[in-house]
């Protein structure tokens, strides 16, 4: 099977599932020939060398074989996803809102297939009438692994936010309800006995300046840690 993959490839969400769909049909020994969105960065990757030497391959060959009667598989967003380079146009998406508008519902009606990360969008667009499937995202076992490691032994419940700090997240508002449940104030600390819960995050925006987020996480956790 031959087909015309486009992605972008970096350190953000979508470009991790990105670099493990690539991974994917690498595996399956499908002929992709690829088409980055945007500049491609696999730098904080450890991938295998064959894998990068077949990815450099099939970004080579793109312009040299692409085809309109290939599939043109994109992961991507429904905005920006009029255009296409092939007849055959198949769109992997991600969708947060209860409505669909009436640009995003025209682009679906001119692509073949539509599939969303989960079945709330595909419900969304059954409701008035659009024709979309759906498809469910996993843990890569590149990145997820048991490591059989006792971190701590003292019964704390550790709690993660990942989001980057951004409005359509709710990314501080989300923070900012952690600290005032499960915070404690400046000079606090947890009684014999008494449940202790911690908090992880990996919530930095690399689109805006580190310090405004600093003051921004500072100014809705207000003394809480």
């Given at each position: 099977?031959?087909?015309?993959?486009?992605?972008p490839i970096?350190?953000?969400?979508?470009?991790?599932?990105?670099?493990?769909?690539?991974?994917?049909?690498?595996?399956k020994?499908?002929?992709?020939?690829?088409?980055p969105?945007?500049?491609?960065?696999?730098?904080?990757?450890?991938l295998?060398?064959?894998f990068?030497?077949?990815?450099?391959?099939?970004?080579?060959?793109?312009?040299?074989?692409?085809?309109?009667?290939?599939?043109?598989?994109?992961?991507?967003?429904?905005?920006g996803?009029?255009?296409?380079?092939?007849?055959?146009r198949?769109?992997?998406?991600?969708?947060?809102?209860?409505?669909?508008?009436?640009?995003?519902?025209?682009?679906?009606?001119?692509?073949?297939?539509?599939?969303f990360?989960?079945?709330?969008?595909q419900?969304?667009?059954?409701?008035?009438?659009?024709?979309?499937?759906?498809?469910?995202?996993?843990?890569?076992?590149?990145s997820?692994?048991?490591?059989?490691?006792?971190y701590?032994?003292?019964?704390?419940i550790?709690?993660?936010?990942a989001?980057?700090?951004?409005?359509?997240?709710?990314?501080?508002?989300?923070?900012?309800?952690?600290?005032?449940?499960?915070?404690?104030k400046?000079?606090?600390?947890?009684?014999?006995?008494?449940?202790?819960?911690?908090?992880?995050?990996?919530?930095?925006n690399?689109?805006?300046?580190?310090?405004?987020?600093?003051?921004?996480?500072a100014?809705?956790?207000?003394?809480?840690?």
């Open positions: 099977m031959k087909l015309i993959f486009e992605t970096n350190n953000l969400s979508m470009g991790n599932v990105g670099i493990n769909l690539l991974l994917a049909l690498w595996k020994n499908v002929d992709v020939l690829f088409l969105m945007g500049q491609p960065d696999i730098s904080n990757c450890d295998p060398e064959e990068k030497q077949w990815l450099n391959n099939a970004g080579n060959r793109f312009l040299t074989e692409f085809d309109r009667n290939l599939w043109h598989v994109r992961n991507w967003h429904l905005a996803s009029h255009q296409w380079v092939s007849n055959k198949m769109l992997l998406s991600y969708h947060e809102c209860d409505q669909i508008t009436p640009p995003e519902s025209n682009t679906i009606k001119n692509i073949d297939k539509v599939l990360c989960g079945n709330y969008t419900k969304v667009c059954e409701d008035i009438g659009l024709k979309v499937g759906s498809f469910n995202l996993g843990f890569d076992d590149r997820f692994k048991k490591l059989n490691k006792t701590f032994n003292d019964g704390r550790n709690h993660l936010l989001a980057k700090i951004e409005k359509r997240k709710k990314t501080l508002e989300i923070l900012s309800l952690w600290a005032q449940k499960f915070g404690k400046s000079g606090e600390f947890y009684q014999p006995g008494e449940q202790q819960h911690y908090l992880n995050c990996q919530i930095v690399p689109f805006y300046d580190i310090k405004i987020q600093e003051q921004q996480i100014q809705v956790l207000n003394g809480i840690r």
